[in-house]
């Protein structure tokens, strides 16, 4: 494809969704500031008759799911029967008589309770725009994904209706779109720009440039630093050398750090356990007092909190505070992901603050979930076709924001 091309599909489930340069699905990320949620809109029903849907953006999802009341027509819908080989390659599939069921935990809560609905399908046409005028290129495609009810919307922030699935498995959004639109060279790859507040965005496809004003230029690109990305199960991991609080490294088992580190775009705050998060909360704190801020009681679900005293004239936007990192696995050698204090503490009242952490306890199923709060104002990519990820420093650092508009080229080391 030359030059920049526009690629528009109508899934039958989605409105015009506009790929820019080398085929890219540029979609919206919205926070949810009450809940701390984040979720993209899709466009349900024929070309004809589309019903807007927001999703949350859930990185563990294997399908996405619906309440398919929110759909206005219902006529294009095709179930998906038991024995199809579809069926079949869906984790956590069931089966009612015929029809295939989707059967997976919540992404939100304990996930105790399990989504169960019926897998369907609908149509999926690509079209390119030619001075303005929409042109089929390509004959319709089948989206897979599920109706559920109601009752498992509990816990979503009101205006959510359902959860868009990225996981690295079979029937993930980004994985039929890359397939659908096969014919464009699209590769196996999604990037994430969560905001800290308002909207950003996130792309699916073959990416050579992100534009995040005043990065992104030839002479300005965004830095990137490359790890590998461990795939277990439905979750998307890194594995973590060490741990840095003013960087010091913190004396831990090396057994706590085996498992990695799970990403998560549902969990708000970073969830540690209790041996690396009592070895991390007392590093920072002794940090904290050398800088003029002092402790306090902590605020739920918050364990430690403190009072900025003579530190407040330097806080300016949370950047004095001591600084947290974590080493990964580089190119032969260790890197460092940096989080600065907007990534790393909350603030509760005009001159209290929070370590932005969360005890998980003794056993928990990981020894460290990285939540949005840490994961927002980066550039986050995930390269399926190479299993590594790569991320950017916090934009911040660079005055300017995931709100800030953003197109499409990281420059990796």
């Known amino acids: 494809m030359g030059g920049v091309t526009h690629l528009i599909v109508f899934l039958s489930m989605f409105s015009a969704i506009t790929l820019m340069s080398e085929a890219q699905y540029l979609l919206a990320v919205t926070k949810d500031e009450p809940s701390r949620q984040y979720y993209t809109t899709v466009y349900i029903g024929s070309a004809a008759m589309t019903s807007p849907v927001n999703l949350l953006i859930d990185l563990g999802t294997n399908l996405t799911w619906l309440n398919c009341r929110k759909i206005k027509s219902l006529s294009t819908l095709g179930l998906v029967t038991c024995k199809s080989s579809t069926c079949k390659s869906i984790p956590g599939n069931g089966c009612d008589r015929n029809t295939c069921l989707y059967r997976q935990p919540r992404p939100l809560g304990k996930n105790t309770v399990v989504t169960t609905g019926r ?9 390119t725009t030619e001075g303005g005028q929409p042109v089929h290129i390509a004959p319709s495609r089948r ?7 109601d009752k498992y919307l509990q816990g979503m922030a009101p205006p959510i209706a359902g959860v868009l699935a990225l996981s690295p498995g079979e029937f993930p959004f980004w994985r039929q779109m890359t397939q659908v639109t096969s014919a464009f060279n699209v590769i196996s790859k999604f990037a994430l720009c969560l905001p800290s507040s308002g909207t950003s965005h996130f792309y699916v496809g073959a990416v050579n440039r992100y534009i ?4 992104g230029g030839s002479s300005n690109p965004i830095p990137m630093t490359l790890t590998p990305l461990k795939i277990v199960g439905s979750d998307y991991l890194i594995s973590v050398t060490s741990i840095y609080v003013g960087g010091i490294p913190l004396s831990l088992n090396p057994k706590l750090l085996e498992g990695g580190a799970k990403l998560s775009t549902v ?9 690396i998060y009592n070895s991390l909360a007392s590093a920072f704190t002794h ?3 050398e800088i ?7 605020l739920a679900p918050f364990k430690h909190c403190f009072e900025e005293g003579s530190s407040r004239r330097i806080m300016k936007e949370f950047m004095n505070v001591p600084v947290i990192e974590i080493g990964l696995p580089g190119n032969g050698r260790e890197v460092k992901w940096r989080f600065d204090g907007a990534n790393t503490v909350v603030r509760f009242l005009e001159t209290v603050i929070c370590l932005a952490f969360v005890d998980g306890g ?3 199923n990981e020894s460290m979930v990285i939540g949005t709060h840490k994961l927002q ?9 190479t299993t590594r990820m790569a991320f950017s420093d916090s934009l911040l650092l660079h005055n300017t924001s995931c709100s800030t508009w953003s197109k499409i080229n990281p420059t990796l080391h």
């Open 119 to 127: 897998v369907v399908q609908d149509n999926a046409t690509i079209f």
């Open 143 to 149: 989206f897979t994904f599920s109706c559920a009810v």
């Open 212 to 215: 995040i004003p005043p990065l």
């Open 267 to 275: 969990v708000p705050y970073t969830v540690l356990q209790t041996d």
């Open 287 to 289: 940090k904290a007092k």
């Open 292 to 298: 003029g801020m002092y402790q306090i009681p902590g």
């Open 362 to 364: 003794k056993k928990p």
């Open 377 to 385: 104002d980066y550039m986050i990519e995930f390269d399926l076709s």
